[in-house]
């Protein structure tokens, strides 16, 4: 791909001597128009504009909303647009601008409160799912993804041109590249690896003005924003240039699961000390939910210890019999298993499949629809003493709600080496773990709703004294709105924004909205968490 196109300097030219303002319900009627007048013949637009009369454009709009919380939103996009080249993308940023529109990008699609996909003002959907390309040079140990691949179809594709070459990011098959990579990004390499931010070695932007820029044509700075500042406050990432990290051609791979009764506490207890400490190529998340004991018949608190080694069972059980023998791991608890396998395995786990299936199990982009949810994170410095996890126990037991989880993922390794200010994602040295929270809910009706949002903030309220604080971390990939949204149409001062800012990013926060306040001064690219311009008197 080559850095800016001659062809759209010259739209640039125009757009920046016309600032319009939205006046009338044609808007998107001239928006498209417009679309229409920039197209050459030969990339015609006409086949990937879906305006709100196109018979189409519900099932465009509904087929990568992940969280059904927002699959009824009156909030909806004027016209969405599939772009299947850049000049697309170029003259959708262009057209909104001058047609008062403003853009969401959506690549996966699993923007935890629906940003990429709902607005308050009149919008138009950028849904980049056609631009799913992925080159691997195994040779080379790098790969090309475009943004609107899934993490499941860059995995498939490592996993057909090498066998000892994996990939630092999430679990979760249907994630989109576009906002994974721009807000961080774990998995079960983050330990040796850390995070797909920290391995990223080149990126195409288009900006503002519509101009297609690599590295070195964006600059560091820019460059250093969009891995992990989020995306969406900056322009649109078409495609990233990444680095495969080597993994063996054995992995290990299991999911022990204890309640109470079988000693869950002690072993939770032990699992938070020694997490964090363990070989780096060993990683064993913890996740804690009530479930209905088919032992005894009742309700309990079970957590679950899933794993994966990077080696062998022989080498693994020997580890954690020496570091973590309160688990009482054995040898048929395991998996032995290709590192794909091991991402079918972990994949599985979240669509309630065997997970010994094939790896094309990955391709499937509509496997799992979770219901309706609410996610939130924190980052733990301490073990959460007993009376903490009994009162956690508590909430949890509370049969008003359908399903509460907590998902712990231990530090250490790659984590705590790489420095706070590296890259925009601030949260490393310190933290012993990162807990996610999610409530799910199927039962329809605002009541509902409400009492499942009142849960996950109670639940939240009553673990701030056992995670970080001042900032209380949070991370922007598990969106939460609840730590505070910018004002003003997106327009907040600096100031107001330190308020969730600071929790995303910590003091990367400051130089995020010098960035932003350089390549996109007057705030184009907004969202209720956007990073602000700095205004003259702020800027420092
Ligand atoms: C079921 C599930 C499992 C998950 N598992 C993990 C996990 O294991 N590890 C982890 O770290 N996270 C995980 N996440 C969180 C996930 O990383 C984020 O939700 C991520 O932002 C999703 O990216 P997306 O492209 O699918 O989302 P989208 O909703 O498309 O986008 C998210 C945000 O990024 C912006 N954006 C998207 N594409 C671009 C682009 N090309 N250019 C500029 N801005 C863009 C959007 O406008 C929006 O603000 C999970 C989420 C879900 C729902
Ligand atoms: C599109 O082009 C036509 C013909 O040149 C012009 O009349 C019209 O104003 C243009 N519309 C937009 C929205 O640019
Ligand atoms: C809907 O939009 C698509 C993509 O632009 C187009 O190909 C199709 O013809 C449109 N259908 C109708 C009925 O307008
Ligand atoms: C690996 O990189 C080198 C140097 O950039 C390049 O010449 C070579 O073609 C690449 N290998 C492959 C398989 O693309
Ligand atoms: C629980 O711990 C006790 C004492 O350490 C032990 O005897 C018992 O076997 C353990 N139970 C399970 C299910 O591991
Ligand atoms: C738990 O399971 C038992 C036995 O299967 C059943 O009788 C009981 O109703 C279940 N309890 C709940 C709360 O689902
Ligand atoms: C794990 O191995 C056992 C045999 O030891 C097998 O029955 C099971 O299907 C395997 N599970 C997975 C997920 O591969
Ligand atoms: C994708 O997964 C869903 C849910 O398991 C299934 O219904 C569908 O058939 C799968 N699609 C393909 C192409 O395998
Ligand atoms: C969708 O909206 C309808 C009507 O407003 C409402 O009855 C229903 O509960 C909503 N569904 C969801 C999933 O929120
Ligand atoms: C930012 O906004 C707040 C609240 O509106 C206001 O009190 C403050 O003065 C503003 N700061 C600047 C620098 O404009």
């Not at 005894?296 to 023998?325: D, N, Y």
Request: aromatic share 12%; hydrophobic share 35%; with cysteine.
């Amino acid at each position: 791909m080559k850095c800016l196109s001659s062809y759209f300097t010259v739209v640039t030219a125009i757009s920046l001597f016309f600032s319009f303002t939205p006046s009338s319900a044609d808007t998107h009627e001239k928006f498209v128009q417009c679309l229409y007048n920039y197209s050459h013949n030969t990339n015609s637009i006409s086949n990937v504009v879906y305006t709100q009369t196109n018979s189409s454009y519900s099932s465009v709009l509904d087929l990568t909303i992940q969280n059904l919380r927002f699959s009824n939103s009156s909030l909806k996009p004027h016209v969405i647009v599939t772009p299947l080249q850049i000049s697309h993308i170029q003259t959708t940023i262009i057209c909104s601008q001058r047609h008062g529109l403003q853009i969401r990008t959506r690549s996966g699609g699993h923007d935890y409160e629906g940003l990429s996909y709902v607005a308050g003002v009149p919008f138009v959907i950028l849904d980049l799912l056609n631009l799913r390309q992925i080159t691997v040079d195994a040779e080379n140990q790098t790969a090309w993804v475009q943004s609107g691949a899934t993490l499941g179809e860059l995995y498939y594709s490592i996993s057909q041109k090498s066998k000892t070459l994996g990939f630092p990011a999430g679990v979760c098959a249907t994630v989109g590249i576009g906002g994974h990579f721009s807000g961080g990004g774990y998995g079960f390499l983050m330990r040796k690896y850390g995070l797909a931010a920290d391995n990223i070695l080149d990126a195409h932007i288009i900006d503002v003005n519509g101009n297609l820029l690599d590295r070195k044509a964006m600059g560091e700075d820019l460059f250093w924003a969009i891995r992990g500042g989020g995306g969406a406050s900056f322009g649109v990432i078409v495609a990233w240039k990444i680095k495969l990290v080597p993994v063996p051609s054995t992995v290990t791979v299991f999911r022990l699961e204890r309640t109470l009764e079988e000693n869950a506490t002690e072993i939770i207890q032990k699992w938070q000390l020694v997490a964090n400490k363990l070989d780096e190529r060993i990683m064993i998340r913890m996740d804690m939910a009530r479930v209905n004991s088919s032992q005894h018949g009742k309700l309990t608190i079970q957590a679950s210890f899933v794993s994966m080694f990077l080696g062998g069972v022989e080498e693994l059980i020997p580890l954690m019999r020496k570091s973590f023998p309160e688990l009482g791991l054995v040898r048929k608890d395991c998996n032995e298993t290709s590192w794909i396998g091991s991402v079918v395995f972990m994949n599985a786990g979240l669509i309630g499949s065997t997970g010994n299936e094939a790896p094309e199990v990955l391709l499937n982009r509509t496997q799992i629809r979770s219901g309706k949810y609410k996610g939130k994170s924190d980052y733990v410095r301490k073990p959460i003493p007993i009376d903490g996890l009994r009162g956690l126990w508590r909430l949890l037991y509370d049969d008003k709600i359908e399903y509460g989880q907590l998902q712990f993922a231990p530090y250490g390794g790659r984590m705590s080496d790489i420095s706070e200010s590296e890259i925009p994602f601030s949260h490393r040295s310190g933290y012993i773990n990162h807990i996610h929270y999610v409530v799910v809910w199927g039962e329809e009706g605002n009541e509902a709703t409400q009492r499942h949002m009142d849960w996950i903030r109670r639940l939240y309220k009553y673990m701030e004294p056992y995670v970080s604080s001042s900032p209380r971390a949070a991370y922007i990939n598990y969106r939460d709105l609840d730590v505070g949204v910018n004002n003003n149409n997106g327009y907040t001062n600096y100031t107001q924004a330190s308020i969730w800012g600071f929790k995303y990013f910590n003091n990367n926060f400051k130089r995020l909205a010098r960035v932003k306040t350089k390549v996109d001064p007057h705030n184009f690219f907004r969202n209720e968490q956007s990073i602000p311009t700095l205004q003259k008197e702020e800027k420092y």
